[in-house]
Every structure is written in structure tokens, then in C-alpha cells.
């Protein structure tokens, strides 16, 4: 079984910064890519920003320039610094990771129990 721990949120005044954390830990082999999601309320869940094993990089437009992911493949852990933080980036942030439990390449593919983020005017 493979375990996603976030950590990190809370409330910040807009231009504000959080840094969000996200924890791996069981059965895991390898990871392959690790993201970062966020919902709104009355929202669907959408991509935040995602990072491959290789460190390649994808962000939602409305993150780009304001917030970086990064990962500490030792710790298996996934961070996402965000910085000039906005009302409307009020959200439960979810971190998602896949990758392989062992060496069969038996897949997982889990998501943490989110974090909320709350920005105030």
C-alpha cells in the first residue's frame, strides 16, 4: 500500500506564500510522475502542476510565473511553493503520485486526503 501525507496549508492574506508538502511512504519501488490538484467548491478538480521522474514540468496556466513544484526523490516527497497567492486560489490541494510498488512493475496510482488553502482579501 502506498500512502500520500500533505501538509502545509492554511490561511494566508492574498500576495501571501504557502508551501505545501507531500509525503510518500509503503510499498513503493518507484515513482514515476507526482502532481499537484487542487477543488474548489462547486468545482471540478483540476491540474495544478505536475512533475515527471525526469523533472519535466507542467503547470496550469493560472499557476505559472506564482507557483513551483519540486520533489526530493530521497525523501520521496513533492513540495509546491506558492507565492502572490490569490483569493480565487482558495482550494482543498490534493497530491497525486504513480509509479510501481515493486519489481513485477505492479502499478499504483493514489492521491493524498488534501489540504486546505485559503486566501483572504
Known amino acids: 500500500q502506498v500512502l500520500l501525507e500533505e501538509s502545509g496549508g492554511g490561511l494566508v492574506q492574498a500576495g501571501g506564500s504557502l508551501r505545501l508538502s507531500c509525503v510518500a511512504s509503503?510499498?513503493?519501488?518507484?515513482?514515476?510522475?507526482m502532481g499537484w490538484y487542487r477543488q474548489a467548491p462547486g468545482a471540478q478538480r483540476e491540474l495544478v502542476a505536475l512533475?515527471?521522474?525526469?523533472?519535466?514540468?507542467r503547470y496550469a496556466d493560472s499557476a505559472k510565473g506564482r507557483f513551483t513544484i519540486s520533489r526530493d526523490k530521497s525523501k520521496n516527497t513533492l513540495y509546491l511553493q506558492m507565492n502572490s497567492l490569490k483569493p480565487e486560489d482558495t482550494a482543498v490541494y490534493y497530491c497525486?503520485?504513480?509509479?510501481?510498488?515493486?519489481?513485477?512493475?505492479?502499478?499504483?496510482?493514489?492521491w493524498g486526503q488534501g489540504t486546505q488553502v485559503t486566501v483572504s482579501l
Open positions: 509503503g510499498s513503493i519501488f518507484r515513482i514515476n510522475a
Open positions: 512533475i515527471t521522474s525526469g523533472d519535466m514540468t
Open positions: 497525486n503520485a504513480d509509479g510501481f510498488r515493486n519489481e513485477n512493475y505492479d502499478s499504483f496510482d493514489v
